[in-house]
Antibody
Framework: QIQLVQSGPELKKPGESVKISCKAS????????MHWVKQAPGKGLKWMGW????????TYADDFKGRFVFSLEASASTANLQISNLKNEDTATYFC???????WGQGTLVTVSS | DIQMTQSPSSLPASLGDRVTITCRAS??????LRWFQQKPGKSPRLMIY???NLAAGVPSRFSGSRSGSDYSLTISSLESEDMADYYC??????????FGAGTKLELK
């Protein structure tokens, strides 16, 4: 069965970096794009962008250009989200979702606090 | 950029009620519209795709419809397990997608 398993919660200080992973199983990883979605505490869903898992080309929503990087470890069927120079407003749960949005990871909570 | 205006933001309702949530698109999005249900602490669940198609495993009391630029999610007879947040998502402006702001469905 198709599964997306994300890495565990992270506690970081402002200015630090974090890397979240999303490991896919149950399908051919490179056949389907991977999306990333942010949800701040008590807030709605915000689409961050997606990565073409065949070519590795990322596409970012305007609000996520600059400090956010999508990458792949295709041999490990894993998509990654790296956030640099963390800010308090990056505190959120980050989800990965397979193209079509029928399958989601369980979410990774990133807390940024001094 | 395409904006999705979702209403209402909060919807108090009683068990057995028929409820409707709406998203209005700022530009033509055809049928590139999905609906999601999200319960506290959980990942979103796809309910409707292509504006009107029920996703796998979704109860038949859920339905999606379109009238012009207005897209609706309707629950024909509300059950307790339906209490959740609901979001629309447009994917017409590929590769740039937009979620609606969300609707909190709660017991009256």
């Amino acid at each position: 069965q198709i599964q997306l398993v994300q890495s565990g919660p992270e506690l970081k200080k402002p200015g630090e970096s974090v890397k979240i992973s999303c490991k896919a199983s149950g399908y051919t990883f490179t056949d389907y794009a991977m999306h990333w979605v942010k949800q701040a505490p008590g807030k709605g869903l915000k689409w961050m962008g997606w990565i073409n898992t065949y070519t590795g080309k990322p596409t970012y929503a305007d609000d996520f250009k600059g400090r956010f990087v999508f990458s792949l470890e295709a041999s490990a069927s894993t998509a990654n989200l790296q956030i640099s120079n963390l800010k308090n407003e990056d505190t959120a749960t980050y989800f990965c979702a397979k193209r079509g949005f029928a399958y989601w990871g369980q979410g990774t909570l990133v807390t940024v606090s001094s | 950029d395409i904006q999705m205006t979702q209403s209402p933001s909060s919807l108090p309702a009683s068990l057995g009620d028929r409820v409707t949530i709406t998203c209005r698109a700022s530009q033509d999005i055809g049928n590139y519209l999905r609906w999601f249900q999200q319960k506290p602490g959980k990942s979103p669940r796809l309910m409707i795709y292509g504006a009107t198609n029920l996703a796998a495993g979704v109860p038949s009391r859920f339905s999606g419809s379109r009238s012009g630029s207005d897209y609706s999610l309707t629950i024909s007879s509300l059950e307790s397990e339906d209490m959740a947040d609901y979001y629309c998502l447009q994917s017409k402006e590929s590769p740039l997608y937009t979620f609606g702001a969300g609707t909190k469905l709660e017991l009256k």
